[in-house]
């Protein structure tokens, strides 16, 4: 595959038979069929400050967070809707310690043990993440955000650190959990060849799923004037990493959808296979404004599932009532 050329060309049907053989993959492995996680954004506190994040420490912004009951509340309208994986979310937020976040899961586990829990609350330490499988997260997201250095210490402050966030992936995938990595696209600083190395790197460590979204300026942050990444150049890669790692788990991200009304339908067009509804509290939503302008921030769960199905129905796919785990599936080629 030559990924400079379909990076860049601006032939459309070069980029229509990328995006029509990564389908065939995805179709291949997983069938016309699109997973659903149910997305709970349980905190906006946050120790980082992120450079491109609309809830960074410095942000003057009203803080929340969810108690177990309202995560739990969450999930049981969550799993009457069909969802079977939970999504926790948030900042990295002191108040969610090690004996608090494994309360929670083992609540969700004990009341929904047919449910996947997936966990992304940032960088922990080992001893934070063995406890969090032990208490049963079966799953953790946490983006690589860029595989390059330079560009790493571009996006974020002095404090953190690149080696750390890969040497958390590294730990997640070592204690058995099924690991999420991924990256903006378009976030500042990122060129093509920062690009190839996210592409290598994935293709390398092959994460079980791989979140991508255009980056989206948030307001209060010190990108807030830094234009949005491209929603074509998010398909192409989207497309690029299946063609790459065909069983992985690619969600069809908000941010996308945020983007263009039809972002989602597209992303899937182009051989993603996740969907990730919110199932936040409505009067919470808001304030995880980790970019402007998000989507469905005023829409019931239930609303949102039915639209996120109608939407998948009109372009030939069905959502199971399935965790979604990773495939071990063989494929020929
Ligand atoms: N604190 C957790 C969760 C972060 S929010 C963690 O560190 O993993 C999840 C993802 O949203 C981030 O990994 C980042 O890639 C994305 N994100 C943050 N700000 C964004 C922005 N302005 N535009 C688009 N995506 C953004």
């Given at each position: 595959m030559d990924i400079d050329y379909l990076l860049t060309t601006s032939d459309p049907v070069a980029v229509q038979d990328l995006f029509d053989e990564a389908a065939r993959l995805r179709d291949e492995v997983y069938g016309r069929r699109i997973f659903i996680r149910g997305l709970i954004e349980i905190t906006n506190h946050c120790r980082n400050n992120c450079l491109y994040c609309g809830i960074r420490r410095d942000v003057k912004t009203q803080r929340y967070r969810l108690s177990k009951e309202q995560i739990l509340d969450c999930c049981r309208t969550g799993h009457a809707l069909g969802f079977r994986t939970f999504v926790l979310q948030g900042g990295e937020d002191a108040w969610f310690t090690d004996d608090v976040v494994c309360d929670i899961v083992s609540a969700i586990k004990g009341e929904f043990p047919d449910c996947a829990v997936t966990l992304s609350l940032g960088e922990r330490g080992r001893e934070s993440f063995t406890r969090l499988r032990e208490a049963g997260a079966d799953r953790y997201l946490l983006r690589?955000?860029?595989?390059d250095a330079n560009h790493y210490a571009h996006l974020h402050?002095?404090?953190?650190s690149f080696e750390h966030r890969m040497q958390c992936l590294h730990d997640l995938r070592d204690l058995g959990f099924q690991v999420g990595a991924g990256f903006m696209v378009?976030?500042?600083?990122?060129?093509l060849e920062t690009l190839k190395k996210d592409l290598d790197f994935i293709a390398d460590f092959r994460p079980e799923m791989v979140g991508i979204g255009p980056f989206i300026p948030a307001a209060g942050t010190p990108f807030e004037k830094h234009p949005a990444g491209s929603v074509e150049l998010t398909l192409r890669l989207l497309a690029i990493i299946r063609i790459l790692h065909p069983h992985v788990l690619l969600p069809a991200t908000t941010a996308l959808g945020t983007l263009h009304p039809q972002g989602r339908e597209r992303a899937i067009n182009a051989g993603a296979n996740v969907v990730m509804p919110n199932l936040s509290p409505q009067d919470t939503r808001a304030l995880?404004?980790?970019?402007?302008?998000?989507?469905?921030?005023?829409?019931?769960a239930a609303e949102t599932v039915a639209d996120t199905r109608a939407r998948l129905k009109a372009i030939g796919f069905d959502i199971p009532v399935d965790r979604g785990d990773f495939s071990k599936l063989k494929i020929e080629n």
């Open positions: 690589h955000e860029t595989a402050p002095a404090e953190m378009g976030s500042p600083g990122q060129t995880y404004s980790i970019y402007n302008n998000k989507l469905s921030t005023h829409s019931e």
